[in-house]
């Protein structure tokens, strides 16, 4: 299963606040997708928030609406206000943020952990817990924690890589720990060193049921595992078919808009270029069967395949392009691809038929 979670982590983002309107129109459209849990956002962080985790909350939508919260009774009243069904805990528990941040030790962190999945619990919320930080959180602290988590009846719990830090194999052996415990497990990766989806990949294969992702990767930093890469690796590599990914690339476009943010143009997916073929060699064989330079079709994604001209171009290229404009004269295609050939720029199609029409005429 996925947890979307670009209303938290994403709204985490230098220059991204979401009002209620945006937070609904992007929940709306991640339950289009068919996401299973949407973090909705962190409450406590304002009361617009709030407000806009409660117009999702009462939707109706498919996904189950999880809030963010700190380890605080007040925090957790604001989840309860908000009406989400799921609420996130998190603390960190590490040693150097025990004795550097909360200037407690274990049990007195631990004291205050249970404390707040009680109260949680007692009003009737489901819990994840995330001990923040878990990839480098001393193994003695993860399993107190988890004992108590699994005393509790806690219904998940998230190891996070926070800071991006793990490698896939270690993160491995991290989650397949973790899932001995016997609670129902989801992963969290930030992407610091390119490796977010790497390591969701390795949390599945060590036995994780829900991770966490972002569209567009957007998230604190380097941000998380990006919505789209994880759903197209699930259907390739997975078989899992249950998500509507055709929606992908337009659920992309509008959390662009709505942030202003865009992604890279070789960003995988839902990157401008995700799709367009350029060297001649490729065009020559895309047009024949797109399945040469494409792990799967452009359409699979709502993406259209686009075929780029510049002096890389080959005849098909040429041939591609005016044949749509419903020319066929291969002298003109011979001499257009001279041209071509012999620039620096790029042609877009309607340069190539209004050149072809002038040669015509
Ligand atoms: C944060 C940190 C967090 C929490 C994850 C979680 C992380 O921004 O609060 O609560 O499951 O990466 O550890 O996003
Ligand atoms: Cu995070």
Redesign the pocket.
């Known amino acids: 299963m996925v947890l979307d979670?670009t209303l938290?982590?994403g709204e985490?983002t230098p220059g991204v606040n979401f009002s209620p309107e945006d937070r609904l129109r992007i929940g709306i459209a991640l339950d289009e997708v068919g996401v299973d849990f949407i973090e909705a956002g962190?409450p406590a962080v304002s009361g617009e928030i709030l407000e806009g985790i409660r117009l999702l909350a009462s939707h109706g939508l498919n996904a189950n609406i999880l809030a963010?919260s700190r380890a605080l009774r007040s925090d957790i009243d604001l989840v309860l206000k908000a009406e989400a069904e799921w609420i996130?805990?998190?603390m960190c528990l590490s040693q150097r943020c025990l004795e550097r941040r909360f200037r407690t030790d274990l049990s007195g962190a631990l004291t205050r952990v249970e404390d707040a999945i009680l109260y949680a619990k007692d009003h009737g919320l489901k819990i994840?817990f995330?001990p923040?930080?878990?990839t480098r959180t001393e193994w003695k602290n993860l399993t107190a924690a988890l004992n108590l988590a699994r005393e509790l009846k806690v219904d998940r719990v998230?190891i996070?890589?926070?800071t991006g830090a793990a490698h896939p194999l270690e993160f491995y052996d991290l989650v397949k720990r973790v899932v001995e415990f016997g609670i129902p497990v989801?992963v969290?990766c930030?992407n610091d060193l390119g490796l977010a989806l790497a390591n969701a990949i390795m949390g599945i294969e060590a036995g994780a049921t829900l991770v966490?992702a972002t569209v567009n990767g957007i998230?604190?930093r380097a941000g998380?595992v990006d919505l789209s890469h994880l759903l197209a690796a699930l259907y390739y590599h997975y078989g899992v078919k249950k998500y509507r990914l055709e929606k992908l690339y337009s659920l992309s476009r509008l959390v662009s808009e709505i942030t202003g943010l865009q992604v890279q143009v070789n960003y995988p997916i839902v990157g401008q270029n995700a799709f367009t073929h350029k060297a001649g060699l490729h065009v020559s064989a895309v047009v024949r069967d797109p399945s040469f330079y494409e792990f799967l079709p452009a359409e699979t994604f709502g993406r259209e395949r686009t075929i780029y001209v510049d002096r890389f171009a080959g005849r098909e290229t040429i041939r591609f392009h005016l044949s749509r404009f419903g020319i066929h004269d291969e002298e003109i295609i011979e001499e257009l691809l001279r041209r071509v050939k012999a620039s620096r720029r790029p042609f877009t199609p309607e340069m190539l038929a209004e050149e072809a029409r002038r040669m015509m005429t």
């Open positions: 979670s938290r982590e985490q962190h963010h996130g805990i998190f994840r995330t923040e930080d878990t998230s996070a890589d926070t989801n969290h930030h966490d998230g604190e998380i």
